[in-house]
Structures are given as structure tokens and as C-alpha cells.
């Protein structure tokens, strides 16, 4: 089993800053896949990014350029900087962990957090 912290969510204003934060325990492995997800009301989760375990990262075409994905060096912890938030990003934000392989798929991931509310105001 492998346990998901996360924490930084928030409310901050059209244009600001916040930077989340996933902290891994348990069965870890440096092989994992740590990704970013998101779900705003009445939506589907969506892929926001992912940390492959060789520090490879991938985006969403949404957040390309906005935010960054990063992992410590114990690959343990993964951080989602978000910067140029939109309204648009308003939505409860999961960290979720695999094996192996990079995907975009949200059925592929095997552990979940407990998910962080981001709220942007206009």
C-alpha cells in the first residue's frame, strides 16, 4: 500500500501562484509514475501532469507553460507549481501514483490522495 499526503491547495485570485504538494509513504518505489489530476463539478478528472520516475515530465495542453511538475530526489514527493491561474482551474486536485510507464489515463494510476480544493477567484 502506499499512502498519498496532499497539501497546498487554496484560494487565490485570477493571475496568482500556488504550489501543491504530494508526499508519498508506504510501499514506495522510485519506479513510480507520481501524477496531478483534477475534478471540477459536474466534470470528468482530468489529466494536469505527470513526473515519470527518470524526472521525464508531460502536461496537459491546458497547463503547458503555466505549471511545472518536479520531484525531490528521494522521488517520494512530487510538487505541482501553479502559476497564471485561471478561473478555469478552479477544481479539487488528486496526486495519484503508478508503475512503470507514463499515462494520461486516470484509470491506470493505482493510489489516489484524498484530493486538495484550488479555487480561483476572477
Known amino acids: 500500500q502506499v499512502q498519498l499526503d496532499e497539501s497546498g491547495g487554496g484560494l487565490v485570485q485570477a493571475g496568482g501562484s500556488l504550489r501543491l504538494s504530494c508526499a508519498a509513504s508506504?510501499?514506495?518505489?522510485?519506479?513510480?509514475?507520481m501524477g496531478w489530476f483534477r475534478q471540477a463539478p459536474g466534470k470528468e478528472r482530468e489529466f494536469v501532469a505527470a513526473?515519470?520516475?527518470?524526472?521525464?515530465?508531460f502536461y496537459a495542453g491546458a497547463v503547458r507553460g503555466r505549471f511545472t511538475i518536479s520531484r525531490d530526489n528521494t522521488k517520494t514527493t512530487v510538487y505541482l507549481q501553479m502559476n497564471s491561474l485561471k478561473p478555469e482551474d478552479t477544481a479539487v486536485y488528486y496526486c495519484?501514483?503508478?508503475?512503470?510507464?507514463?499515462?494520461?489515463?486516470?484509470?491506470?494510476?493505482?493510489?489516489w490522495g484524498q484530493g486538495t480544493q484550488v479555487t480561483v477567484s476572477s
Open positions: 495519484a501514483v503508478k508503475n512503470w510507464g507514463y499515462s494520461d489515463d486516470a484509470r491506470r494510476y493505482d493510489y
Open positions: 513526473a515519470g520516475w527518470s524526472f521525464s515530465t
Open positions: 508506504g510501499r514506495t518505489s522510485s519506479n513510480y509514475v
